[in-house]
């Protein structure tokens, strides 16, 4: 699968730009910079993004969503916390206590291995993504 990256930098370019000479300035130099290879990495994240977003797998398609939709919760609810922290700091303080106690008592082991499988998971994940693009995918530490 290719994607016309030129085309769609000239389209952009015709859309900014309204003086002719000035557009065609900016077509060139896009020109000169796929013709020297510049585009072929931007080709290959957008391959990998499309094979996302198109795979049948629901957990692949909506995990980093998902996680974003998480943080957009937590950074969401300290605005009602700002207010609330006016009228009842002390309710305000024994909420934050509360939850740092509750993950403080999650074992570190816990989080360790967590850690180590969203990693792996991430790992996997764009391997697979490679693949799928037909890039082969890279090593870490010339290991993974």
Not at 14 to 21: M, N, S
Not at 90 to 99: F, K, P, R, Y
Request: proline share 6%.
């Amino acid at each position: 699968m290719s994607f016309p990256i030129l085309s769609i930098i000239d389209k952009a370019i015709d859309k900014l730009f309204p003086d002719a000479g000035e557009r065609q300035k900016y077509k060139n130099q896009a020109k000169e910079l796929e013709l020297s290879g510049e585009f072929k990495e931007l080709e290959g994240a957008i391959q990998l993004i499309m094979a996302e977003a198109q795979s049948k797998d629901p957990w692949t398609s909506r995990a980093r969503p998902s996680f974003l939709y998480v943080m957009y919760i937590m950074i969401l609810a300290s605005i009602p916390m700002g207010f609330l922290s006016f009228w009842h700091p002390e309710l305000v303080d024994s909420t934050i206590a509360g939850m740092g106690q509750w993950l403080k008592a999650i074992p570190s082991e816990m989080w360790y291995l967590f850690g180590a499988g969203y990693l792996g998971y991430v790992k996997k994940r764009s391997d697979d993504k490679q693949v799928l693009a037909g890039i082969k995918p890279t090593k870490i530490l010339g290991i993974f």
